[in-house]
């Protein structure tokens, strides 16, 4: 079993959308919960981080964790043609010097039509 | 500020051959990743250096692969010999060492090597 489960996609929304982009996963230990936004050919970069459970908002970005059923997802509203990328999501522990590995999802392929 | 840098960004090579692959991390970050995304598959740890030191190898997938970071700046990874289920993404990423908060990783472009 994967450690972490994303959707592939593709998903295909029109402008001005609200996009909903979800991961689960298996393990309990996961505190550090991330999502990377990739463009073709660029490294993943960082979109937003929350810790634990609860909800983060960042303009039209809200990410949300659920613990108790090991449930994440990223929102994002009015949703631009430059929102068109591949959206991972990434898990990791908590440790005392929080340099830890990352466990990532497949990612998901997100285009947004003008 | 420079951000995450990769050399090469894309490599073909016979299997069998040899091949290098350089990252250099952001100036002062004391922790450096690879991970390595095969086709089809998630981006998946390799290893884990805190400075020159390997802090967790646990991802490497064989003894063909061979990483190292003298001095504590830049860090190579060679494969050989290359087999052609090494082929994929490399991505390479670096963070502070700042203790007891989150320490966001910083991703290259990625290099990608493909063995024919």
């Known amino acids: 079993q994967k450690e972490v489960e994303q959707d592939p996609g593709p998903l295909s929304v029109p402008e001005g959308a609200i996009v909903s982009l979800n991961c689960t996963y298996s393990?309990?230990?996961?505190?550090?919960f991330m999502w990377y936004r990739q463009y073709s050919r660029k490294g993943p970069e960082l979109l937003m981080y929350?810790?634990?459970?609860g909800n983060k908002e960042d303009g039209r970005f809200t990410a949300q964790v659920d613990k108790s059923s090991k449930y994440i997802s990223l929102f994002i509203r009015d949703s631009q043609p430059s929102d068109s990328a591949t959206y991972l999501c990434?898990?990791?522990?908590?440790?005392?010097?929080?340099?830890?590995?990352?466990?990532f999802g497949s990612g998901t392929k997100l285009n947004v039509k003008p | 500020e420079a951000g995450v840098t990769q050399f090469p960004s894309h490599s073909v090579i016979e299997k069998g051959q040899t091949v290098t692959l350089r990252c250099d991390p952001i100036?002062?970050?004391?922790?450096l990743y690879w991970y390595r995304r095969v086709m089809g598959k998630e981006i998946k740890f390799l290893l884990h250096?805190?400075?020159?030191?390997?802090?967790?190898e646990s991802g490497m997938p064989n003894n063909r692969f061979l990483a190292e970071r003298t001095g504590g700046t830049y860090s190579t990874l060679k494969v050989q010999p290359a087999e052609l289920e090494d082929s994929g993404v490399y991505f390479c990423?670096?963070?502070?060492?700042?203790?007891?908060?989150?320490?966001?990783?910083?991703f290259g472009p990625g290099t990608r090597l493909t063995v024919l």
């Open positions: 990423a670096s963070s502070q060492g700042r203790v007891g908060r989150y320490n966001e990783q910083f």
């Open positions: 393990n309990s230990a996961f505190q550090y």
């Open positions: 929350t810790y634990s459970s």
């Open positions: 990434a898990m990791s522990d908590e440790t005392l010097y929080n340099f830890n590995k990352f466990y």
């Open positions: 100036s002062g970050h004391d922790n």
């Open positions: 250096f805190v400075k020159e030191s390997k802090q967790d």
